[in-house]
């Protein structure tokens, strides 16, 4: 199987930063993209940031936000700056993998990691 694991959630004063990582590992031939969408509580999940044959990214977070890569270590990363309140909410890693062993693209999904930014 496929295991997605976030980390680097917290608690964060407004206006500061945080970094979040998400390793993919297990039975993996290929990733063609990863990202990272979040949950605010009553809430749906929405998109945050993908990065793919292209990086593309929600309005709310465009220039304070970077996604980036790592290929070699099935690893994404968000560095979130200039943090806001309303930027509170569970963030989930997503990645679509490629099984080793199959010929389909699936979704995979990280358990979340909580962020905090207070006001």
């Known amino acids: 199987q496929v295991q997605v694991v976030e980390s680097g959630g917290g608690l964060v004063q407004a206006g500061g930063s945080l970094r979040l990582s998400c390793a993919a590992s297990g039975n993996i031939f290929t990733i063609n993209e990863m990202g990272w969408f979040r949950q605010a509580p009553g809430k749906q999940r929405d998109v945050v940031a993908t990065?793919?044959?292209?990086?593309a990214y929600a309005d709310s977070v465009k220039g304070r936000f970077t996604i980036s890569r790592d290929n070699a270590k099935n690893t994404v990363y968000l560095q979130m700056n200039s943090l806001k309140p309303e930027d509170t909410a569970v963030y989930y890693c997503?990645?679509?993998?490629?099984?080793?062993?199959?010929?389909?693209?699936?979704?995979?999904w990280g358990q979340g990691t909580q962020v905090t930014v207070d006001s």
């Open positions: 990065s793919g044959l292209t990086t």
């Open positions: 997503n990645a679509h993998v490629r099984r080793i062993g199959t010929n389909y693209y699936e979704y995979f």
